[in-house]
């Protein structure tokens, strides 16, 4: 037996928002949309995606699964996504080599420090 990891859902009041926020942040590609869902992937046959389903209620608590990101530049990274809308958020981490940082609905995810060479 074999699983094929797919894709990650996130909840979403807003998924082809939330979506395409996603996509511009990773420069990934959408691979199917409709109002109610909206599916990006790195490359349009390369698994796994991330897949934003409408679910009408916002977030109310921490996340109990969030992603992390490997830069090759920290702070480039991170001043990139500021601009681009995430914020930075303290989820009680206290002084670490990650910054911890939300999307436009509150999803935490963290960047990384630098990749090892």
Known sequence: MTLEWEQVIVHSVDPVALGRWWAEALGWVVVYSSD????IRPEPDRRPG???????ES???KS???????PDDQDAEVARLEAHGAKRVDIGQGDQ???VMADPEGNEFCVLGQRSQ
């Open 50 to 56: 991330l897949d934003f389903v409408r679910f009408d």
């Open 64 to 70: 109990r699964l969030h992603l992390d990101f490997v």
């Open 36 to 39: 109610d869902e909206f599916e």
């Open 97 to 99: 080599p990650w910054v």
């Open 59 to 61: 977030k109310k608590a």
